[in-house]
């Protein structure tokens, strides 16, 4: 716009003024319009300082010329000023900012009121009508109406032609629009077939005709659109019964009408296997035989997919879902090929209390995975029910979690060292870290629980690095006070091994405190061997080229394979503590470790022996040559400090001149 445009608009004696869409703010007004409404500034909302309403007008078109990026003219009165003006709304972007620019022009003198709306009403695509409020007579429909109802004339009853009803409608709001001066509501018309929106409000004439202006949006499309992407929002478009979202939301309706039930998570076992032997369409058939059965017998489709291959099932009582349950797989066994009959995939269900054992539809699946993974019932099928016990276990979890964390965030953490008693020295060279962790309000933590936690949280790589910090900032220790060094074994689990970029962390870490890493042992299990062997193999290679080396732990308690063992790149074996209990209860065990020793002494392995705790074991440990112990016998797990005042005492902290350090 030209400044001369400017000067001209601003200085003009006509309505002008910039509103903004989303506020309803008046942007912008000119001099003619500040002076038709003293006091009005910049700011102020529209409907407020030029109609004196505490809401937007009902048929206000800046709705339809935002979304429409056009114009609109449209009759509008002032009440304050009792004059009609028609009023051109033109869509604009000032600022980066979507607005309306508004330009009215006074017309009371030239035309009626009833003339102007007429008019305006007649260039809209809704239908829209006027109504004498007294009679209910329709005094003006517009061409889409006409074209609607072509049989109807000016003068008929609202309720008779648009409602076909003999008397004015229960809810007309023609008696309410004095009062409230405007009315939207959603009605469908049985007369049209649509769904309107409509809004009314008054229509002051000169001749002060009490009439009322009413439109009508039809939405029908639009709620049934908005009707199918809430059926797909809920529905699993594959095997086309509820999803997530729906068990989530029938959950949440059945806690707000306070109604308890048993839910019932269904896992169907090994069946990756079943889409890798019978390929990915025999699979999906077999998933909507489920889905399908499922819906028969399961009252009111309550019945949901909630995994790849599980379902989730409301039911009255535990008894109830077990029963349906079998009824389903009765009815899919039916259905399977011979082929399919003989691959046995195992249908398992754990049914959890609600709302007892979980306030929330994600805690139901939550509790109930965890009583399916954690249960100690080994035979497949099986119905479980999800009681006290496993609460009281799932709130330890829970709170071992939050310690587990927390331990982490202060470095709470203790590494515990349990010295190594090598026989042919008669000494100690070496030492196992041992992870610990102690909780004010818990006690002493056993490892075997807070591990496992440690690697379902993904903290266990954070957790294995923390403890090789810790060694190597003990073995630097060493280092600059003289002392020879000695080795520290490091427990490290399969899931931290097989962790991308675990070898660069673990050896960053090694280099960074200048550490030799034939100082660093790692003890692996047997558990290793079960995953891919050769990527393991490969890892472990590259730390035996940097001179990291490898031991076995917990030999005999896994997947032992003496082929895989024989083929790892291992420098001893440490057999478990079981075996060294046993061995003097049953001259089998005895043969088993001597066994044991024939082979790794055959395969050049050293050999290691846990949980010594009296003379007659190490003797006869020693017997079956033994290259080295640990155990209670020689020394509990002792803190950092402890360390070194044990192996003082036992003088094997020496100089690199062999001179004894006193303590």
Sequence with gaps: MSSVEEFIIENSTAFSCVIDFETRRVEWLNRGTSKMFPGTEKGDYCYRAFFGYEAPCAACPLGEVKSSRASASLPVRFDSLRRWFKIHYQYAVMDGRECCVCIGTDVTGLKSSLQIAQ????????????VDRKTHDIRFMNRTLRNMLPETGDGAKCHEVLWDSDCPCHDCPLSDLGTARSHEAEIYNGKLGRLLHVGAML???????????????????????????KTLAYRDRQLDIGNRAAFHRDMDGMAETGQSCQVGLVSLGNFNNINMLFGRERGDRILKAFAESFLAIVPGEKVYRVGGCKFALIAATYEA????????????????SSGEKNFHFPV????????????????LLINAEYRLKNSRDGKQGKRLLFGEEDRKMMERR???TSVIRQALENGAFQV??????????DDYAKAEALLRLHDRRLGWIAPDEFIPIAEEQGLIHELGLYVLKRVCAKLAGWRDKGFRPLAVHINVSTVQFSGDGFFNRFMGIVDRYGIDPSQIVIEVTESIMIQSFEYMMSVMNRFIDRGVRFSLDDFGTGYSSLNYVAALPISSIKLDKS???SMQESDVHALLVKNVANIARGLRYELIAEGVETAAQMNALRQLGFAAMQGYYFSRPLPENDLDDFLLREKCLRNQGNASVSG
């Design 119 to 130: 008019e305006m009403l007649d260039s809209f695509h809704t239908l829209a009508y006027i």
């Design 203 to 229: 229509l002051k004439t000169p001749g002060e005709e009490d009439l009322a202006i009413f439109t009508g949006y039809d939405i029908t499309h639009r709620i049934e659109y908005e009707r199918k992407l």
């Design 321 to 336: 879902g077990c029963a349906m349950l079998d009824a389903v797989w009765n009815r899919v066994y039916r259905r399977l």
């Design 348 to 363: 398992d269900a754990v049914f959890v209390g609600f709302p007892d054992f979980a306030a929330s539809p994600e805690a």
């Design 398 to 400: 829970s709170l071992l």
């Design 416 to 425: 515990f060292y349990q010295p190594i008693y090598t026989v042919s020295d």
């Design 579 to 581: 075996f060294t209990d």
